[in-house]
């Protein structure tokens, strides 16, 4: 998904504020990063932006979604442009099972929310389960924009280990017992088992039968949200959790990434008690999902060779991971890691020790690169010597240029850690890194 | 707004709801009506429904619209289908201040948020205010979908009397003196001065000036929701209160009545300070507002004369309030009262002594006409002689037909009135009327 917008620069809560003291509580858990200002620049042409996670939607044929959009105001415009259900319109709720039936699962439409976005399923699904002080388990890194959810109702966020494999079983085993022992209630486990914004990794299908049982004895939901899972570049879809437990499990889905995101169309599949909820919570967030958007991605599954535009994204996007990979593998010093994932849009690079992401990042905008410091990705302040890299948007050449800057920025910071040790605490000051003040 | 939608049936939670011990403790404010069901069956064609507050848009000229889309897909594409701004589109949020300049309101599009219908204003200003317990001045009745918002955040709603010319600025001042007197903390007074849902009533000029001074005395924040503003019948649009102070007040507005509601674009003006909150509520819900809507909004604004559209809308809304004012004059029992609205969409109806609107509308719907009892619109019982009838969708004649119905209706009511008296503890049964069962 997208994070980091920058419409808005960040400022600390001002004593200006004439409403400071009248706000939510949840409001706290509501603060915008000190790094948006940054990305205010980084938005900049001159800079290669390796941070955003926007799809590159240029390959989507524009004479077939302006015709399937010019017939549907034609034929339907009065339906389209009326309100709709709350829980979304039946016809692209019956597509959406197809879509889901790529990755295994079989869901009756009546059991799918649509959403604005799948951002705001998992809004909707924090809003149904959790009080304030309820734990939520999530990857560590997690994405920052569920974080921030999480934050906004008041959640504590208990990161649990990956590996390549993805989310390590027995790691969340040991957050399950630490966090029950601490008489402290879980209400879900937030996972992302494909292509893992921002780790990359995927998790192997043993594991999701492990982990879909681990849930299962300890009562615990799942929340499987999978944006990715059909941009795998070189094979076939893996699975679905929600494939193999219809109990227990909410999956969120998106046309975000497989078509484009300007629409806003997402979608949970929800037990059926639970969609019933979901869809009150709709209702009262926006009384219904747009209806323009839905009927529109409905009229383009129907009229357009979808899969067959998806495998073209799943090339395009191969090609310039590979362009990543290849960059990094030229240019990065041997004292950097990172993983090769096999779809989606991001690697997860780890500096050497002692070399600080954050602080680095104003030096790598100078030098017209940005990414994502790792930090953002946790709820707790890891994360520091992390970052994450997306090969989504840029051009294979522009990607090659963002990496030969990133990598003239670590060898100045190695430079200077061999000169003059590890200057972390000089030259961040206290209390800049914080934990939490950047999971947006 | 549209309100009480009929997607899913009326439940009671179940005790076979495995997840029941689960939800948030905000789901108990969460519950479908169980005047739902009734709803479902009364979507029925056969049936005339007085009930929904869906506006006629079979006046919007397609060709137009279809035009402006197809140009918009044609020449902006890749950035109509992409992630946008959290606080909305700023080319759409410059015409939304033209359109706010109707109503006197000066305000610069940096304090324009976006939002996914004004009832996602809601839902984010009050994400942003309150914490559960606090509470809520409205007026009495008050739009059904805003108590429903209110509920879910564990908000109070204090309803302050209305009259003829609207809040009656001395019941507010009780209201506030009572509440504060609780010790209880009043964040907002919500109130709809324009052509009220569900009361027809619009705030008299004086009294926007005297309600804006209590606020500001009291510190009271005023949530100012105007859907209708510009659907006046008779004259020219009253000035908004926003337009009589810009502190202290959000005002929100919406394309819902004024176009179309499909696209589910609304949004609030906001002080600076709140307008930073309610960006970042709105990223935490849906990363941004649909851009396609958007866009294709201010394509629409553009290229057509939407004020002329505006003024067909009046012109057909009236001969369809005229069509009710005048069927209810011929053929209502002498003991039955409205009120004839200057602009919008609805009639407030009381029923003489002793008939109740809520037991009464399983017999309607026998009779195929529908309506919404009084009761959905307050959050404390009352309003159980009273319904709101909506003239917006059907013809003229239909609207005649369901009127002559509806009197068929109540004068079969009034016979066995006559006949049994007051039959209501008879035919209701005990806790149908419950308090707060009916707000969707």
Redesign the interface.
């Known amino acids: ?2 994070s980091l ?1 920058s ?2 620069p960040a ?1 600390h809560p ?1 004593v ?5 003291d ?6 706290a858990g ?3 990063s000190e790094i948006r200002a940054l990305f205010a620049v980084a938005s900049r042409p001159e800079v290669v932006s390796l941070a955003g996670g ?2 590159n ?2 390959g ?1 044929p ?1 004479d077939v ?2 015709g399937a ?2 017939d549907l ?2 034929t339907q ?11 979304g319109v039946p016809e692209l709720r019956e597509q959406i099972c197809e879509v889901m039936r790529l990755e295994g699962i079989r869901a009756s439409s009546d059991d799918v929310v649509v959403t ?2 799948s ?2 399923a998992v ?1 909707l699904v924090t ?5 304030p002080g ?1 734990v939520v388990v999530c990857e560590a890194p997690s994405y920052v ?1 569920a974080l ?2 999480f934050k ?1 109702y008041q959640c504590e966020v208990v990161h649990a280990e990956m590996d390549a494999d993805g989310l390590v079983p027995q790691a969340l085993r040991n957050a399950i017992r630490a966090t029950k022992a601490a008489g402290k209630t879980i ?1 879900f486990l937030y996972t992302i088992p494909n292509f893992h914004n921002p780790a990359g990794v995927t998790l192997s299908v043993e594991r999701r039968h492990e982990i879909v049982e681990i849930c299962a004895e300890e009562g615990i ?1 799942i929340l499987e949200d999978n944006p990715y899972g059909l941009l795998g570049f070189d094979r076939d879809p893996l699975p679905a959790m929600r494939s193999l437990s219809s ?1 227990n499990i909410i999956y969120l889905g998106s046309f ?1 990434k497989t078509f ?5 169309v997402g979608w949970a599949l929800a ?1 059926h ?2 969609r ?2 979901l ?3 709709q ?11 839905q009927m ?1 991605i409905s009229s383009y599954l129907a009229v357009h060779d979808w899969q067959g535009q998806i495998k073209q994204f799943r090339e395009m996007y191969r090609e310039r991971r590979d362009a990543m990979i290849g960059a990094l593998s030229d240019m990065m010093p041997a004292s950097v890691r990172w993983n090769v994932p096999d779809g989606g849009f991001y690697v997860w690079l780890t500096l050497p020790p002692g070399v600080n992401a954050k602080a680095m990042l104003p030096r790598a905008v100078t030098a017209r690169v940005a990414y994502v410091p790792g930090t953002a990705f946790f709820a707790d302040g890891f994360g520091s010597s992390a970052m994450r890299l997306s090969y989504c948007y840029p051009t294979p050449e522009r990607i090659r240029e963002g990496v030969r800057r990133l990598a003239g920025v670590v060898e100045a910071e190695l430079e200077l850690l061999d000169t003059f040790g590890d200057t972390r605490e000089l030259r961040l000051g206290a209390g800049l890194d914080n934990p939490g003040t950047d999971v ?1």
Request: neutral net charge; charged residues 20%; glycine residues 8%.
């Open positions: 998904m997208e917008p419409s808005v400022r001002s200006l504020d004439p409403y400071v009248r706000y939510a509580a949840r409001t509501m603060t915008a926007m799809p939607i240029s989507l524009l979604v302006g959009i010019a105001v034609a415009g009065p339906v389209a442009m009326q309100y709709g259900s709350g829980q604005v976005g951002q705001q809004d809003r149904v389960f959790c009080d309820d924009g921030g959810v906004s209400k939901l109990d975000s484009a995101p300007g629409f806003r037990p008690s639970v019933e909820k869809v009150l919570a209702e009262s967030a926006t009384l219904c999902p747009p209806q323009f958007s529109a947006r």
